[in-house]
């Protein structure tokens, strides 16, 4: 099948399934007329990388669990290996998440603190050692 029946099949923008190929997670073959052919494994193959995509993994994580990956949603089939991976890339996203929650706190705090001065205006910017900018 060509791009553009891949695309309406599994809902992808070609230009998503053509950076999918360039990242090495979809192959397709070279017609005589020097369009894109794949097959029939390729619907399951792009559902696959959507899920993993939407898990929070990289191209370069989902390169490497696709070989074991079985199924639409999919599951993770005989590669043990891969656990160590998953884990690193999971300690990542709760020390991403850790710190983004402590951000928020922060700016949760100050926005409590400025909206508590019950002022509508702050200094002037003299004060701060500051010259103010134009606004256009």
């Given at each position: 099948m060509r791009i553009g029946e891949l695309s309406r099949r599994t809902g992808v923008h070609a230009h998503q399934l053509r950076y999918y190929e360039a990242q090495g997670l979809l192959e397709a073959e070279?017609?005589?007329?020097?369009?894109?052919?794949?097959?029939?494994?390729?619907?399951?193959?792009?559902?696959?990388?959507?899920?993993?995509?939407?898990?929070?993994?990289?191209?370069?994580?989902?390169?490497?669990?696709?070989?074991?990956?079985?199924?639409?949603?999919?599951?993770?089939?005989g590669c043990p290996e891969l656990l160590a991976a998953m884990r690193t890339r999971?300690?990542?996203?709760?020390?991403?998440?850790?710190?983004?929650a402590q951000s928020r706190s922060a700016l949760a705090g100050y926005i409590e603190a400025a909206e508590q001065t019950g002022r509508d205006s702050y200094p002037p910017f003299e004060h701060a050692g500051l010259e103010p900018v134009p606004v256009p």
């Amino acid at each position: 099948m060509r791009i553009g029946e891949l695309s309406r099949r599994t809902g992808v923008h070609a230009h998503q399934l053509r950076y999918y190929e360039a990242q090495g997670l979809l192959e397709a073959e070279r017609g005589s007329n020097g369009y894109r052919e794949y097959d029939e494994g390729a619907v399951l193959r792009v559902k696959q990388i959507r899920h993993l995509l939407g898990a929070g993994l990289s191209s370069e994580d989902i390169a490497y669990l696709l070989p074991c990956a079985v199924g639409e949603a999919p599951e993770l089939f005989g590669c043990p290996e891969l656990l160590a991976a998953m884990r690193t890339r999971l300690r990542r996203l709760d020390d991403q998440m850790t710190r983004l929650a402590q951000s928020r706190s922060a700016l949760a705090g100050y926005i409590e603190a400025a909206e508590q001065t019950g002022r509508d205006s702050y200094p002037p910017f003299e004060h701060a050692g500051l010259e103010p900018v134009p606004v256009p």
